[in-house]
């Protein structure tokens, strides 16, 4: 039997507390798990839980929980997973079901992997009976009932018929991209793509990353741009999962991919790498660039202080460089659930492994980046907008204060499911889907398998971003003499008007999301709008 462990972690250690099971009965068989230091001592013992039935559709879960925000620390884990690497890349921060912070597997090779994944039909069928009565399936794939957040964007079969990307060259900075992934390697041009993750990385100097991964911009070196993670390869298949029969359509199916490394398995994506792909997308002829990550080692760059503007600045060039060479900058806006044009607190900066973060009052002098950079299209997330019963629309760990907004999933927000989450392609043997996969008995269909073709649901602005910047590669396709200003304004006049929540109020201790603002044209929450493939490309 799998053990699966739900509970906070605070500080340097996870510490147990109030938990139950989905049917509300406590949790017990207690397990030890490792702190998440180099060397650490065994911390508080992480309790297990037996898989329950599956709830009703239409009945929200349970947990005990309130919601939370990726940096309040709240994570699942499941058997062998220990606190000592970081996928806080993963933007996947609401409820209980997190995938994004202190978080590893094992290491366990692709032959000896036994996977717990539901097979495709199954995962097909759950779908149905979730969404069919609600969203038409967006295409003939063997997943697209799953695929509700394409239905949403009308990213469907007659956007399809006016645009697919062809001849678009969309880069993903971020963890790699699974080179063998038959739903995404069709699109990948494993030529261009490169890492740019340094053998100095101060990550690889302490032992959480495999030194494999250092590319240090030798883009010979194709070894060091697969994908440990299975955040970057999600990110991809949003973008550009291909029409051929196997699992799930990307908004974009025939763009080309180019895969920019960044980021590495534990989780960190320091800004000099950052900085480096977007000069490099700028030298090879890139039209559109994917940002899904905040660049470490901090989470605000405040102008008082003379190292972080300098990091800023470095960041800042880098972008102009890219954009003066037309290259448009999507970027997702962040878990925090912070409200961007007035912060309040950052807790977690600097985020090294040798960093003790210190918490500071921060203002409009301080920045997220690279979301905040000039010209960038920044991107809220969305649940399951239009499902009976679903009004907040804003996901409960979405930032905001973005240009656009865009479906990045919910988990159980709507349906009461991890459904309400964004299912794409992952490597069954990345850390993400290792970590998520023995959770399938109390979540069914968290992944799904058919032999390499593997996926995954997953959460976060991180995933709203790429649904953007797959539209963005259809207007580029229609209009190739357009910079990326155009098809930024053009993205934003076809969107979708979205307005504040009713009645809203903060979700929970910490939600620096205090109202919601603006008007018809434009509010806080959702900028100019829902993202529309459909209106776009018309």
């Not at 109030?18 to 017990?28: C, E, F, K, R, Y």
């Not at 997973?81 to 409820?95: E, G, K, S």
Request: with cysteine.
């Amino acid at each position: 039997m799998h053990r699966v462990a739900i509970g906070e972690v605070d500080g340097d250690r996870l510490r147990v507390r109030n938990l139950q099971a989905l049917d509300g009965t406590p949790i017990v068989d207690m397990k030890p798990v490792l702190d998440r230091r180099p060397n650490a001592e065994p911390a508080a013992p992480v309790p297990s839980v037996t898989p329950s039935p599956r709830p009703a559709a239409t009945a929200p879960i349970s947990t005990g929980t309130s919601v939370t925000a990726i940096h309040s620390r709240r994570r699942i884990f499941g058997e062998g997973i220990a606190v000592t690497r970081r996928i806080r890349v993963v933007a996947a921060a609401a409820m209980v079901l997190v995938t994004a912070g202190f978080l590893t597997t094992t290491s366990v090779s692709a032959g000896e992997q036994s996977l717990d994944a539901v097979p495709i039909p199954t995962e097909q069928g759950l779908c149905a009976d979730i969404f069919g009565a609600v969203y038409p399936a967006p295409s003939a794939e063997p997943l697209a009932q799953c695929q509700w957040d394409m239905t949403l964007i009308h990213a469907n079969g007659a956007t399809r018929a006016r645009a697919t990307g062809a001849g678009v060259r969309v880069g993903v900075i971020d963890s790699g991209i699974d080179i063998n992934h038959p739903d995404i390697a069709p699109n990948l041009d494993l030529a261009s793509s490169c890492s740019f993750v340094r053998s100095d990385d101060p990550t690889i100097i302490a032992g959480l990353t495999d030194p494999i991964e250092a590319g240090n911009g030798d883009c010979s070196n194709k070894a060091a741009v697969q994908d440990r993670s299975g955040h970057g390869t999600h990110v991809a298949s949003i973008i550009a999962s291909p029409v051929n029969g196997i699992g799930v359509a990307g908004i974009a199916p025939q763009a080309t991919i180019v895969a920019l490394k960044a980021c590495t398995e534990s989780g960190f994506c320091y800004g000099y790498a950052v900085a480096a792909a977007l000069r490099y997308a700028g030298d090879h002829d890139i039209d559109v660039v994917n940002m899904s990550l905040f660049a470490d080692p901090y989470l605000y760059y405040c102008g008082n202080d003379a190292g972080q503007r300098a990091l800023m600045e470095e960041l800042k060039s880098a972008a102009k460089y890219a954009q003066q060479h037309g290259v448009l900058l999507v970027a997702a806006a962040g878990n925090q659930a912070t409200d961007l044009q007035h912060p309040i607190l950052d807790t977690i900066s600097p985020d090294g492994p040798d960093d003790t973060p210190i918490t500071r009052s921060v203002g409009n002098n301080c920045r997220v980046l690279p979301g905040e950079l000039p010209g960038v299209l920044a991107v809220s997330a969305t649940g399951p907008v239009g499902f009976p019963g679903y009004t907040m629309n804003i996901a409960s760990y979405s930032s905001v204060d973005a240009d656009l907004t865009a479906p990045g999933g919910d988990y159980f927000s709507a349906s009461g499911t991890v459904q309400d989450a964004i299912l794409a392609a992952m490597p069954a043997n990345s850390a993400i889907f290792r970590a998520l996969d023995p959770l399938n008995g109390p979540f069914p269909g968290l992944t799904t398998a058919n032999g390499a073709a593997s996926y995954a649901w997953i959460n976060g602005t991180s995933m709203a971003a790429p649904h953007v910047t797959g539209v963005a590669a259809l207007v580029k396709q229609l209009h190739t003499d357009w910079g990326p200003g155009a098809v930024s304004a053009e993205l934003r006049r076809t969107a979708t008007a979205m307005s504040c929540p009713a009645g809203w109020q903060p979700l929970f201790e910490g939600d620096e999301r205090l109202r919601c603002y603006g008007g018809s044209g434009r509010t806080s929450f959702f900028g100019s709008g829902l993202v529309d493939a459909g209106t776009a490309t018309s």
